[in-house]
């Protein structure tokens, strides 16, 4: 596993969540594309944030894939284009 570190900062991040789900929308507003599961990654200096260090991704066509979706939902996921 590689470290990650701010550039501003120039400090290692730290796991601030481990375990956040992400949905990829086609476009604001749009249909869900892919799902996936990563860490949130925070810099204790300034408090930057980033998701990363992905898991397994889930698209559109897999099977289950609403099913996730719905799951990644319920439990307050994060959404982004």
């Known amino acids: ?10 400090r290692k991040m730290r796991v ?3 375990g ?11 249909k869900p594309y892919k799902q996936m599961s990563g860490d949130v990654l925070e810099c204790s200096q300034c408090h930057y944030q980033v998701v990363t ?4 991704v889930t ?4 099977e289950g894939f ?5 799951s990644a939902r319920s439990i307050g996921c994060l959404e982004v284009v």
């Open 1 to 10: 596993m590689m470290d990650e570190f701010c550039v501003k900062c120039r």
């Open 66 to 70: 609403m099913d996730r979706v719905i």
């Open 59 to 62: 698209a559109q066509h897999d």
């Open 16 to 18: 601030a969540k481990a």
């Open 20 to 30: 956040q789900e992400v949905i990829e929308l086609t476009a604001r507003g749009g």
């Open 53 to 56: 260090r992905f898991g397994k």
